[in-house]
């Protein structure tokens, strides 16, 4: 069975940052199931035009449309995954167990309040999809990306309106996730209003001794 993290978090609490240092620092494959998604919006497959209307209201996609994507983005040899934005509900997290060896999940804890304000900072690139933050991490010029110079805007999940449905569906379908790991010993929660390379040591002196 293929190694597996999983970070878990609410919106805008440095899962994505994270569990993309972690791949990097482990060599394992980096999967982010929001960005898969996205891109199947982009080009406008038949999965993108399914889920297109569901992503932008805040909501969650099925299980099975879930497990179809993590199965075809799986490279061939990869020793591990990290896994961010997966899973969110109970079948997910069974469906993890099955499948996985599962060495630890963290989970970044941040407040609601603190959760709204850092997504309402948030922007991406229309060109290439890096992210930047107005105050914590702006681009160098302001509305254009420092990568690829493409314009920058705000995603349309990150609407205010979408924005608090999606902190709802956090807490009706994925908080609840923090207890089901905690009793199986695989949970690490960690306070998410840290550095991001404070946290970055925090998780690697964890997981080193795991791997
Ligand atoms: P994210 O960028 O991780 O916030 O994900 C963006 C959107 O993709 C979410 O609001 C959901 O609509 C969908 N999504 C991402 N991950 C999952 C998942 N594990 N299960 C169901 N829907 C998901």
Do not use: W
């Amino acid at each position: 069975m293929i190694d597996a993290i999983v970070f878990m978090g609410i919106q805008g609490s440095g899962k994505g940052t994270q569990a993309k240092l972690l791949a990097e620092h482990t060599g394992y494959q980096h999967i982010n199931i929001g960005d898969l998604l996205r891109e199947q919006v982009s080009l406008e497959t038949e999965i993108g035009l399914e889920v297109q209307a569901v992503i932008s209201r805040g909501e969650l996609v099925s299980d099975d449309l879930v497990f179809k994507l993590v199965e075809v983005s799986l490279s061939k040899g990869c020793s591990g995954i990290v896994f961010d934005g997966f899973p969110r509900t109970l079948a997910q997290a069974e469906y993890l167990g099955k499948h996985y060896h599962l060495i630890r999940v963290y989970y970044l804890d941040l407040p609601e309040s603190e959760a709204m304000a850092r997504m309402q900072g948030r922007r991406v690139c229309s060109g290439c999809g890096q992210n930047y933050h107005l105050q914590n991490h702006p681009p160098r010029i302001a509305g254009q990306c420092d990568a690829c110079g493409g314009s920058l805007i705000v995603r349309e999940d990150d609407a205010e309106a979408a924005i608090a449905r999606r902190i709802k569906a956090f807490y009706a379908e994925t908080y609840g996730l923090k207890n089901y790991f905690e009793r199986l010993g695989l949970l690490r929660s960690i306070p998410a209003d840290l550095a991001i390379d404070k946290l970055e040591q925090i998780i690697r002196a964890d997981i080193t001794t795991d791997l």
